[in-house]
């Protein structure tokens, strides 16, 4: 069973900081990895996607990705009360359609 | 106004009903999917059609059932042999040769 394991928090970080959500999956051929934000209520909304090994950057966000180790994080950098959601990670299995998601980081940006 | 659209917002279902969750989309994506969410957990999928006429179950089809004769619909039924249907629904989209995965806003399905 391919997995995607996180740590479900709650993550607290004070206003201001650099807050860093991590995840692992197991399927090693996996090629596709992504971010999403999900307030209480609502739905998954996108927010990064990263494809190669190394950093990509997009506003206060960036995205790591470690393929040898698994390894993909998401760094939110100047953490507002506004970023406090569920952070889910999800993962495009290889050779098909389907993304496997994580259970997702709770954060909470405390004002 | 281009997007996913789910109806309704909220649905209650009695026991040994059907009921049909409608997940329209205007954007032209090819594959379409249907997730569970319960509380404190991931999505798991149910159901995905990567064209007309063709889909594919998930890894909880089981009591679920559905429907891809139109591109932009890709209507979900639970049915009465779902004994625990309680729970967020989400449908989403791809584009193909796109990687991206876009969600509608979502149907919390509940028990009478």
């Known amino acids: 069973q391919k997995e995607v394991e996180q740590n479900s928090g709650p993550l607290s970080v004070p206003e201001g900081a650099i807050a860093s959500l991590n995840c692992t999956y197991s399927d090693r051929v996996s090629q596709s990895f992504f971010w999403y934000r999900q307030y209480s209520g609502k739905s998954p909304e996108l927010i990064m996607s990263?494809?190669?090994?190394g950093d990509k950057e997009d506003g206060r966000f960036t995205a790591q990705l470690n393929k040898a180790s698994q390894y993909v994080s998401l760094l939110i950098r100047d953490s507002q009360p506004s970023d406090s959601a569920t952070y889910l990670c999800?993962?495009?299995?290889?050779?098909?359609?389907?993304?496997?998601f994580g259970t997702g980081t709770r954060l909470k940006v405390l004002a | 106004d281009g997007g996913i659209t789910q109806s309704p917002k909220y649905l209650f279902r009695k026991e040994g009903q059907n009921v049909t969750l409608s997940c329209e989309q205007n954007?032209?994506?090819?594959?379409m999917y249907w997730y569970r969410q319960d509380p404190g957990q991931g999505l798991r999928l149910i159901y995905y059609s990567q064209i007309v006429n063709d889909f594919q179950k998930g890894d909880i089809a089981e009591g679920y059932s559905v429907s891809r004769e139109k591109k932009e619909s890709f209507p979900l039924t639970v049915t009465s042999a779902q004994k625990n249907p309680t729970a967020f629904y989400l449908c989403a989209t791809q584009d193909r040769g796109h990687e991206k995965l876009f969600f509608g806003s979502g149907t919390q399905l509940s028990v009478l």
């Open positions: 954007l032209n994506h090819d594959a």
């Open positions: 999800a993962v495009k299995a290889s050779g098909t359609y389907k993304y496997i």
């Open positions: 990263i494809y190669s090994n």
